[in-house]
C-alpha cells in the first residue's frame, strides 16, 4: 500500500515538475516543483526509462545555484512557497545564478543585511528596542553607532526615526541591528533627522523605486529640493522644504504602485506647472 | 591480607561499567542515510537577486552629505560588478626603483660621518652603494 501510494505521488510530482527555465518570468503557485536546467537535460530523452549511457557517470560538474526568496530546496529541485513571477539572473563568475520569486507582500520578516528603518520604543540599560514591522522588536546596542563609546553615548530618545542594518535575523532568534558596518562606519546609517513624514508601502514598491533604472526616482527627483530614506521594511521617510511639498511627495510615492506610466505622467506634468 | 583488588580484577571492573554506560546511552536504530551534498543554496535575502540602489537619495542639493554618500555607495556597487581597472599610474614601476635605488644613498650620505665618505664614492658607474662595514678597533699585536 505504502509502495504504491509513494509510486502515485512520484508521477504526480513527475507530471507537474516543470523546468525552471521554461517558467521564468510566467507566474507560479506554492506547492509547484521545478526542475534544475541540468535535470532537465537528464530527464527530457531519456523520460521513458532508459537513459543514455554518460562517459563521466560519476563526476557530474554542478554548478551552484541559489534559490532566493519564496523557493526552497526539495532534494535536487526548487520547491515554490510564494505566489509571483519566476526570476531569474545569470552569474557574474562561477556558481549557476539565483532564482526567485519576485511577489507581492506587506509584512515584513527581518533578513540578515537589510536597510530598515525602525522606530525607537524603549530603551533598557544598554540597549534600545526598535520596532521594525516584524514579528518582534529588534533590538539595537549603543555602542553600534559611530563613533559611540561607553562615555560617549549617542542621543537616541524614544521616538527616533533610525536607518540601519540587521546583522542577526532568523526565525529561532530576536532580530539585532546595527547602525554600522563592518569597518565601523556610518556610511549614512544612524538617526534620521528631524521633521519628515514616515509612511507605509508594500515591500514590492520599495524594491521598484530601489532598482537601478526606476523611472519613478529620476521624475521625483527633478520636482523640488527633497530627501528620501526607503526601509527594506515597507517604510519611507521623505522631507522637503514645506509640508505641503511633502505631503504632495508622500501622496505620489504610495500612488504610484497602481497607476500606469501614462497616469503617473500625467500628475508629474500637472505638478511641474503648478 | 591484600587490601584493594587487582589490577587485573580493577580492569575487568572498569570494562564492565563502560558496557554498562555505553549500552544506556540512546541510539537511533535507522540504516545508514547517504549524504547527498547539495549544490543548492538557500538565501532569504534580495539583495543577492537584484541590485538595489542605496537607500537614503537626497535630490537637488536638499542634504549634500547625502548626495555624496549616494555618489560614494552606488559607485562602489557599479565597481564591484566591472572588475577594477588598473588606476593609470603617473610614475612608471621602473622610474620608482631607480629613484630608491639612489634615494637610499643619498639619505644615507647625509647621516653618514666624514671618514664614512670615502665608502660612498667608490662605485665608478656613478650610483651610490651603501656602507660595506664599520671600521672597529683593530687591537695593536704587540
Known sequence: MAEAASVAAECLAGCRARGARSV??????????????????????????????????????????????????????LL??????????????????????????????PVKGDHVIGIVTAKSGDIFKVDVGGSEPASLSYLSFEGATKRNRPNVQVGDLIYGQFVVANKDMEP????????????????????????????????????????????????????????M????????????????????LEACEHMTSDQRKQIFSRLAES | MQRGLDSETKKQLEEEEKKIISEEHWYLD????????????????????????????????????????MLHMNAKHKAEEVEDETVELDVSDEEMARRYETLVGTIGKKFARKRDHANYEEDENGDIQPIKAKKMFLKPQD
Not at chain 2, 543577492?48 to 552629505?65: A, T, W
Open chain 1, 24 to 77: 521564468l518570468g510566467q507566474v507560479v503557485l506554492p506547492g509547484e516543483e521545478l526542475l534544475l536546467p541540468e535535470q532537465e537535460d537528464a530527464e527530457g530523452p531519456g523520460g521513458a526509462g532508459e537513459r543514455p549511457l554518460s562517459l563521466n557517470a560519476g563526476a557530474r560538474s554542478r554548478v551552484r545555484v541559489i534559490c532566493g526568496p519564496g523557493l526552497r530546496r526539495c532534494g535536487d529541485r
Open chain 1, 80 to 109: 515554490v512557497t510564494k505566489c509571483g513571477r519566476l526570476r531569474h539572473k545569470e552569474p557574474g563568475g562561477g556558481g549557476g545564478g539565483v532564482y526567485w520569486v519576485d511577489s507581492q507582500q506587506k509584512r515584513y520578516v
Open chain 1, 176 to 231: 539585532e541591528m546595527v547602525c554600522i558596518d563592518s569597518c565601523g562606519r556610518a556610511n549614512g546609517m544612524g538617526v534620521i533627522g528631524q521633521d519628515g513624514l514616515l509612511f507605509k508601502v508594500t515591500l514590492g514598491l520599495i524594491r521598484k523605486l530601489l532598482a537601478p533604472d526606476c523611472e519613478i526616482i529620476q521624475e521625483v527627483g527633478k520636482l523640488y529640493p527633497l530627501e528620501i530614506v526607503f526601509g
Open chain 1, 233 to 252: 521594511n515597507g517604510r519611507i521617510w521623505v522631507k522637503a522644504k514645506t509640508i505641503q511639498q511633502t505631503l504632495i511627495l508622500a501622496n505620489i
Open chain 2, 30 to 69: 535507522l540504516p545508514e542515510l547517504k549524504e547527498k551534498e547539495s549544490f543548492i543554496i538557500e538565501e532569504q535575502s534580495f539583495l543577492l537577486c537584484e541590485d538595489l540602489l542605496y537607500g537614503r537619495m537626497s535630490f537637488r542639493g536638499f542634504n549634500p552629505e547625502v548626495e555624496k554618500l
